[in-house]
């Protein structure tokens, strides 16, 4: 990738974050967001899997198990992305963005909120076709969230979603 290139996807993430990040000013928009993406640190996706064991063990304990174990090695990969690639959040590195609530980690790419909402989705969807009308909205909003209280820049959460998705499909591959 030349520099040109990158320099022109940073510029679009600036501009980007900016114009998305002023949804935010709006009390029920910075309330509804904060509380998505409080909801997709974990919260919602533990009891999805929690509630879908108390409702079926028998029939749901693999595909739980299949989702824990790809929630893990999600885990494992976007920390890592993140420890080598350092990139600083947008509120970092511009003052006049408005911060809602404060990051779980330090660095911006990729985003780990985005990445584990595809990677549960699409797994639990997989197993489970009848909760996309939940799931997939969800992760739309949770994904949008990250840009709208000015955690990430989309390129982040684009690439938590390819991520995501990646992890999805080799984990299914995987499985057989």
């Excluded at 992305?81 to 006049?96: E, G």
């Excluded at 408005?98 to 909402?117: E, K, M, N, Q, V």
């Excluded at 969807?125 to 949008?144: Q, T």
């Amino acid at each position: 990738m030349t520099r040109a290139t990158i320099s022109r996807i940073v510029e679009w993430d600036r501009r980007w974050v900016k114009k998305v990040n002023q949804a935010n000013r709006r009390n029920d928009i910075r309330t509804l967001f904060s509380l998505i993406s409080r909801l997709g640190d974990g919260a919602f996706w533990y009891a999805l899997m929690i509630g879908l064991l108390l409702a079926d063990p028998q029939r749901t304990f693999w595909p739980v198990l299949h989702m824990a174990t790809a929630g893990l090695a999600a885990t494992l990969i976007y920390k890592t992305l993140k420890r080598c690639t350092s990139r600083p959040r947008p509120f970092h590195t511009d003052q006049q963005l408005l911060l809602s609530i404060a990051p779980l980690d330090r660095y911006s790419f990729p985003s780990g909120h985005t990445l584990h909402a595809v990677t549960f989705t699409l797994l639990a969807v997989f197993y489970f076709p009848m909760l996309a009308w939940l799931l997939i909205p969800f992760s739309i909003l949770v994904a949008l969230s990250r840009v709208v209280l000015g955690l990430h820049y989309p390129s982040d959460v684009i690439a938590g979603v390819v991520i995501g998705a990646a992890i999805a499909m080799a984990s299914l591959w995987i499985r057989g």
